[in-house]
């Protein structure tokens, strides 16, 4: 055997050794450690609960906690009439975004009830752009969403509170969008559509 092959195969040796060493770092035990579930007996803590109890005065940090009209779009039983969140741009383009993802299949991407899902056979829910619906408050919108609506299965464990208020406010948008005249629309925004600049045009 050639002092070259010997040297070879001690090289492979070497890298098999460490390979080997490499590997029997890899147990398990991180992942398997002693730990309790949520409120589960321990014999650590004198009560013997695994959960200690929260700190006096602790506050929830869950919007919905302090604010019922965040989580129920009611005020005293009576649906409200204004956002509980702040009016902006982005609340309405995360609106648009989350409607036509959750909500245009089935009321169409303006609203109209004609989604892909009712072309199909579903049954049609009424036009966005009906008189009752237009006179609706923005907490009816969510209301709808959180609690469901006839034969509308309720969103309120599949969208979270907040982008349910931006939903519901861009469908407030979309039913203004329908039925705006060019009166409507700010001066100078008018003024960039005139000149055909993209300025004016509605981002998407
Ligand atoms: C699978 C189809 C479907 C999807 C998806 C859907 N809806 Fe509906 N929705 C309906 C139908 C059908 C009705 C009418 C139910 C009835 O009258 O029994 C309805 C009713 C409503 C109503 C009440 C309308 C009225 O007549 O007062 C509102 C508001 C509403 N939906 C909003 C939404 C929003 C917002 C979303 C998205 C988060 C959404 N829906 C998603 C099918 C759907």
Request: with cysteine; charged share 20%.
């Amino acid at each position: 055997m050639s002092a070259q092959r010997s040297e070879q195969r001690l090289r492979l040796a070497l890298l098999a050794l460490l390979a080997l060493a490499l590997l029997a770092g890899c147990g398990r035990n991180m992942a398997e450690q002693p730990r309790l579930g949520p409120l589960q007996e321990s014999p650590f803590f004198p009560d013997r609960s695994g959960s200690l109890p929260l700190v006096e005065g602790t506050v929830s940090r869950e919007r919905g906690a302090i604010d019922p009209v965040f989580f129920t779009g009611t005020r005293a039983g009576a649906l409200v009439t204004e956002l509980p969140v702040e009016l902006t741009l982005a609340l309405v383009q995360r609106g648009q975004e989350r409607y036509d993802i959750f909500c245009a299949m089935c009321h169409g991407y303006t609203g109209d009830g004609d989604g892909m899902i009712v072309r199909r056979g579903f049954p049609r829910p009424v036009s966005f752009h009906e008189q009752r619906l237009l006179d609706a408050s923005v907490g009816y919108y969510f209301s709808a969403m959180t609690n469901g609506f006839g034969r509308m299965y309720p969103y309120a464990s599949r969208i979270p509170a907040e982008d349910r208020w931006a939903i519901a406010a861009y469908v407030k948008a979309l039913q203004l969008s329908q039925n705006a005249t060019v009166d409507d629309v700010p001066a100078d925004v008018r003024r960039a559509l005139e000149l055909g600049t993209s300025e004016g045009r509605a981002p998407r």
